[in-house]
Nanobody, 116 residues
Framework: QLQASGGGLVQAGGSLRLSCVASGNFVSISAMGWYRQAPGKQRELVATITSRGITTTADSVKGRFTISRSSAKNTVFLQMNSLKPEDTALYYC????????????WGQGTQVTVSS
């Protein structure tokens, strides 16, 4: 359902762009987003975007990360600038159908490592 890519190793201050492609006949009406989980910590929201383009961004990344979505609505991007070592985590793509209690899917995760 979800295929994420774009993670890697970058120095502090650098940039990365994550992509996640979704498949399914309900993708266009679904919200998509990015969550992250660092070792020993709980998974946390990074940013989400609805089918109408309404975004939510965590305070910890506001002003540095930007979420966007393709015109076909099946791909979500996370542009990450001014990366910090504390951004190091496994980043997960999420797809959620707002009209279904069960259609909540997760990608396999892509590792982002920021060196100081």
């Amino acid at each position: 359902q979800l295929q994420a890519s774009g993670g890697g190793l970058v120095q502090a201050g650098g940039s990365l762009r994550l992509s996640c492609v979704a498949s399914g006949n309900f993708v266009s009406i679904s919200a998509m987003g990015w969550y992250r989980q660092a070792p020993g910590k709980q998974r946390e929201l990074v940013a989400t975007i609805t089918s109408r383009g309404i975004t939510t961004t965590a305070d910890s990344v506001k002003g540095r990360f930007t979420i966007s979505r393709s015109s076909a609505k099946n791909t979500v991007f996370l542009q990450m600038n001014s990366l910090k070592p504390e951004d190091t985590a496994l980043y997960y793509c999420n797809l959620k159908d707002p009209y279904s209690a069960t259609r909540n899917y997760w990608g396999q995760g892509t590792q982002v490592t920021v060196s100081s």
